[in-house]
């Protein structure tokens, strides 16, 4: 028995992102009779390796003619009697975005690309001058220009929205409010051990260069391997792919 959840919290700065709270997901497992319980574990596993652990515990064999499993099974680790860290070898997980919902101008996306090691979260906003959570504005049915802050819809409706946007004037709200809807700097990179919350970005000090520049590179490394549009050629394909839904109409960038 598998438990899990498809996606973070569904609150500002949590899903749709690639901050600790939009990608950090439960995850218990239990199999009584195959796999000791009652124990926490704390090793780095990705969504990519459920399928291949499945698949193990299952002894299918994947066919040798088809690409190769992005993930890596954790059969080793569920079978141990052991507690926290299992396997060291799972030094990093990685995340992905694109598109939420239709949220800027001509259905754009929001690209981020993301490296989570035990200590810290990496996070390479590819479109920098792009609102991350929607342009502020939008056009209503009649194609007139709708009210401030109505725009946002990279966030689900939900009170915590309503009382950020209703707040934002507060002095002790507005950073919270502007932390969730304001652009972001191309890179972002923070400590999840004293800023699990992701809002102290420690990208550009210079006592963590060399942490930055090394997850840089990690990061970079493997996008290349596994054939990421946005660091083979930008990535402009994302852009094209058509939605079924409706598209909402936001003013033109300047």
Known sequence: MIVTSDNGMPFPRAKANCYEYGIHMPLAICWPKQMPGGRQIDDLIGFVDITATILDLAQVTYPADQPGLSGRSFRDILMSDKSGICDPLRTAVYSARERHSSSRYNNWTYPQRALRTDNYLLIH??????????????????????????????????????????????????????????????????????????????????EFQSIERDLIVKLNTYLKETGDPRVLDGGEIYETYKRYSSIRKFPAPE
């Open 125 to 206: 906003n590819f479109r920098p001058e792009r609102w991350p959570a929607g342009a502020p504005q939008k056009y209503d049915s009649d194609d007139k220009l709708g009210p401030a802050h109505g725009g946002y819809h990279d966030i689900d409706a939900c009170p915590s929205l309503t009382y950020l946007i209703e707040n934002r004037d507060n002095p002790a709200i507005a950073p919270y409010f502007h932390a969730a809807v304001d652009k972001r700097p191309e890179y972002e990179l923070f400590n999840i051990k004293t800023d699990p919350a992701c809002m102290k970005n420690l990208s550009g000090q210079q």
